[in-house]
C-alpha cells in the first residue's frame, strides 16, 4: 500500500460520542451522470444540490476537456459557495485520449461518457478504469451494450477507442445482472438512438429513477415497467435540464450509523426517508431510533442511539430495494456493537469485506466465509470469495494504525476509530474526499477529536 502523504492522514482520537448536525447535499451517484447527462442536451443545464466532492472536480475536468463550460453558481449572501453548476455543451469536441487519461484519476466514471460522446462526436475513448478496491469491477455489460447500439470497441494499448460508423439504433438488451452503470449506460445511450429501446433485469436505484427524471425534462422518452423492465424512444434532439439532484442516501448512513457507534445523536439536514426505507428499518432492528421532519423547511432525519443494548441482526445486500451494498461498511462496524453473533451476506460485489482485517485489529471478532450464508445463493457462492462475515460481538474497540482501502470503507473506519478507545491514524484519507463532502468539518462540528497531518 502507497504510503500516503503527510496532508492525507487523520488522526482519530475515539471515544466521544457524537451529537448535532450535518447537512448532505446530491447523490455522489446520481450528480456525476446528471453532469454527463448535460452533453446529450442543445441547452444549457442547471444542476442545484451539487456536493463539493472529487467525483464532482474529475467530471467537471472531464466535461471541460470536451469543451463543455462548466461554472458555479454566484455565491451566498454570506460568501458561502454556491451548489449549483450551469453546464453548456454548445461547443463539445473531441478530447485528446492524454487529456480523458489525465482526467479520469480512479473514477469509473469516463465509461459513462460514451453514449453522449458517441452521438455528439461518433467517437469516444475510455482509458484503463479505476474505482474502488471492492471488486473485478469488469465493464462488459457497458462494452455489449454500446455493440448492440451499433458501437464498434476497438481494444488499445491505453484503453478502448469506441466509434459510431452512423447513427446508433435502439435495440433490445438484457443485462445478465442489475448493474447500476450498465442500466446508467443504456439510458445515456438510448435516448438519442434511432427506434426504441428495451432494457431488461435493469437496476431501478434511486440515482436511476432520478437520471430518467433528468433525461425526461429534456424531452427523453423513458417508462419503467415492472420486473425490471426499461423501454426508451429516441428522439432526434433534447434540450437542456434544470434538476434538483436527490439527497445522498449513503452518506447519511454512514452518519447514521456513526450515532449508533458511538452512542450519539446526529441530524442529517437534507436526507429524505423515500430513498433509505429499507436501512431505516435495519437501523432500529439494531437498536438506533430515527426521527424523520419532512413537514417544514428543509427535510431531515435525526438518528441516536436509543439506549438499549444493540442487536445482532442477519443482513443480505441486494440490488434496489434490498440493502444497498453501500449501507454494508458502516452497519459492519456498527454491529460490532451489538450483543450476539450478526450475519451478513455482501451478494453485490465479491470482495467487499476485505476491510475488516482491520476492524479486527481493532478489537472486533469478525470471521468472513465463502460460502452464501443467508437467505438465497448468489453469484459468488463457491467460487472462492470470501463475500459472508459473521461478526460476534459487542466488542470493545481500540485505536489503531488504518489504511483506507476504498470508499464507503474508509469511512466505515473513521466510524470504527471514533468508537475505539484511544487513538487512530488513518491513512488515505483522500479517498473518503471522493463522496464525503467536508467530512473533517463535520466530524469536528459534532465533537469528534480529530487532527488532520499538517503538510510537512
Ligand atoms: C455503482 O457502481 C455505484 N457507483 C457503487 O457505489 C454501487 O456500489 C454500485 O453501483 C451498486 O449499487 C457509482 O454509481 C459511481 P454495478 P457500478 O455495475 O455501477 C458487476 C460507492 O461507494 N458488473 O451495479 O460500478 C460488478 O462487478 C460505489 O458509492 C459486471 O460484471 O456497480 C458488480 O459485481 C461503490 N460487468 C455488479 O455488477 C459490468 O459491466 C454491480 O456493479 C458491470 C458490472
Not at 36 to 56: E, F, M
Not at 62 to 68: C, N, P, Y
Not at 225 to 237: A, E, M
Request: aromatic content about 4%.
Amino acid at each position: 500500500m502507497a504510503l500516503s502523504t503527510a496532508s492525507d492522514v487523520l488522526t482519530v482520537h475515539g471515544g466521544a460520542a457524537l451529537s448535532g448536525e450535518v447537512r448532505v447535499r446530491g447523490a455522489k451517484n446520481l450528480v456525476p451522470k446528471a453532469m454527463v447527462a448535460a452533453l446529450l442536451g442543445h441547452g444549457t443545464s442547471v444542476l442545484h444540490n451539487v456536493p463539493s466532492i472529487s467525483d464532482v472536480r474529475i467530471v467537471t475536468g472531464l466535461l471541460e476537456a470536451h469543451g463543455v463550460s462548466v461554472t458555479r453558481g454566484a455565491a451566498g449572501p454570506n460568501g458561502e459557495p454556491s451548489d449549483t453548476l450551469i453546464l453548456d455543451p454548445v461547443s463539445v469536441e473531441r478530447a485528446s485520449d492524454a487529456a480523458v487519461e489525465a482526467h479520469a484519476g480512479t473514477s469509473r466514471i469516463p465509461v459513462l461518457l460514451c453514449g453522449p460522446l458517441l452521438h455528439r462526436l461518433g467517437r469516444a475513448f475510455i482509458p484503463d478504469l479505476g474505482g474502488c478496491k471492492i471488486g473485478d469491477r469488469p465493464i462488459d455489460f457497458h462494452l455489449d451494450a454500446l455493440r448492440a447500439f451499433g458501437a464498434v470497441v476497438e481494444k488499445r494499448p491505453e484503453g478502448l477507442l469506441i466509434s459510431a460508423p452512423e447513427r446508433l439504433r435502439g435495440t433490445q438488451i438484457r443485462l445478465p445482472y442489475p448493474s447500476v452503470g450498465a442500466t446508467e449506460q443504456v439510458l445515456l445511450t438510448a435516448v438519442l438512438a434511432e427506434g426504441v429501446t428495451e432494457l431488461s433485469n435493469a437496476a431501478t436505484e434511486p440515482e436511476i429513477v432520478d437520471l430518467i427524471a433528468v433525461l425526461q425534462k429534456m424531452g427523453a422518452m423513458v417508462s419503467v415497467h415492472n420486473d425490471r423492465v426499461i423501454r426508451i424512444i429516441g428522439v432526434d434532439r433534447l434540450g437542456g435540464f434544470t434538476h434538483r439532484a436527490i439527497p445522498d442516501r449513503l452518506e447519511t448512513a454512514s452518519w447514521a450509523c456513526a450515532a449508533l457507534a458511538t452512542g450519539g445523536d446526529i441530524r442529517v439536514v437534507g436526507a429524505t426517508q423515500g430513498e433509505m426505507m429499507t436501512f431505516l428499518n435495519v437501523f432500529r432492528r439494531i437498536g438506533g431510533d430515527f426521527e424523520v421532519d419532512d413537514t417544514r423547511g428543509e427535510p431531515s432525519i435525526r438518528f441516536w442511539h436509543s439506549g438499549g443494548q444493540m442487536r445482532a441482526l442477519a443482513l443480505e445486500t441486494d440490488v434496489h430495494p434490498g440493502l444497498s451494498t453501500d449501507w454494508q461498511q458502516p452497519l459492519v462496524v456498527a454491529l460490532t456493537q451489538a450483543q450476539g453473533l450478526s450475519i451478513i451476506h455482501e451478494t453485490v460485489y465479491e470482495q467487499r469485506l476485505g476491510f475488516t482485517e482491520a476492524l479486527n485489529r481493532m478489537g472486533a471478532q469478525i470471521q468472513l466465509y465463502r460460502e452464501c450464508l443467508g437467505g438465497s445463493a448468489c453469484r459468488f457462492g463457491q467460487r472462492n470469495f470470501m463475500h459472508s462475515a459473521v461478526i460476534s460481538g459487542p466488542t470493545k474497540l481500540h485505536g489503531a494504525e488504518l489504511t483506507i482501502p476504498d470508499l464507503r470503507a474508509g469511512f466505515s473506519y473513521l466510524i470504527a476509530a471514533l468508537a475505539a478507545q484511544g487513538t487512530s491514524t488513518v491513512h488515505g484519507i483522500s479517498l473518503i474526499h471522493r463522496g464525503y463532502e467536508d467530512f473533517e468539518a463535520k466530524l469536528s462540528a459534532l465533537g469528534a477529536d480529530v487532527e488532520m497531518e499538517i503538510p510537512a
